[in-house]
C-alpha cells in the first residue's frame, strides 16, 4: 500500500478539487440549482467542454472569503490524510470574478484556508495564478498582469488553463513573459486536448519550467528527448487523463514510457472529484500500472519538490522529510 509515501501534488485547480456533497452544500447556502451538473452526488458531463461547464457552475457557487477558506482547507486536509506534505493550487481569479469576488478577497480566503490547514496539519501550499485560455489572449494578460504585482506572498506561480484547442500559444506568449519578468514560476496546460504540436509551441514560445500534462508528446520521440533533455517538469495526471479519454486505459498512459525516456515526471489529480481521484489514488494506480516501489514514488515527490515554484529553505525542509 502507498498510504504511507510522503506525496506532493503539483497540478491540482481549487475550483475542480469541490466535492459534489460541498457544491450541494455551498448551492443550499446560496439557493442555487446544481441539478444540471451534479446528479447522485456525482458531477455529469461527458466531454472537456461539458467538463467546463460543471467547473463552472461548482466554482460559481464560492463567492465569500470564508466559502474560499472552507474549499482550500477541506482539500488540503483531504491530501494531507493521504499524506501529502505539499500542494501547488491553481487559482483562478477569472472564476473568483464571476462569482463577485475581488481578486484580494479571493487570495485571502484561500491563504486562510491554507493557514488553517498548515496549523491542522502542518501541509504547505502554494497558489498559482492561472489565465483561461478560452477567455482569449486580453483576459489571460490581465491575469498575468496581477499575477506580476506579486498580491499575495503564497502566489509563486502562473500558468494558463482552459480550452488547449482555443488559440495558438503564440497568441499568449506575451503573458507568459509579463509573468516570468515578475519571477514568477511557469507553467502551461499542454499536450493534453491537443497533440504533439501543442507541447511543442509551448516550449517554443513559453519556455515554462513545467507543461501540465505534456504527455501527448509521447506522439514525437524528438519531442520528447526535448523535453529530457531540457528538463522540463511534466505535471502528469493520469486519472484525468483516462477521465477524459485523452487515453483510453492505464496500460496505454505513457507516464513510464516518459519517465524511462528521462522524462521528469509527478504525479497529480488536477480536479480529483470530477475524476474519481486524489493524490492517494494517483500513487496507488502508479504502483499498480508500473510496479513502482516505495523508493520509486519517493523519488517522484523528490522530483515534485524540486521543481516546485518555492523558496529554498521551505523546499529544503520539505526534503528533508522525504530523506
Ligand atoms: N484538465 C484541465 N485541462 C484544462 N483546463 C482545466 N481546468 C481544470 N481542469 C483542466
Ligand atoms: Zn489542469
Redesign the pocket.
Known sequence: MTTRIKKAELHC?IE?AASPALVKAQARKYNADVSGFISDDAYVWSDFTEFLVA?DGAASLFRSEEDYALLARTYLEGIAAENAIYAEIFVSPDHAAAAGLSPAAYFDGLADGIAAAKASTGIECRMIIVGVRHLGAEKVEAAARLASSRPHPLITGFGM??E?RFGRVADFARAFDIARDAGLGITI?AG?LAGAESVRDALDHVRPARI?HGVRAIEDKTLVQRIADTGVVLEV?PG?NLA?NVFPDIASHPFDRLRRAGVKVTLSS??PPHFGSSIGREYQMAADAWGYDDAMLTGITRTSIEAAFLDEPTRAFLLGQLA
Open positions: 485547480h475542480g467547473y488553463a482552459g488547449e496546460h493534453e501540465g495526471c484525468s477524459l488536477d480536479d
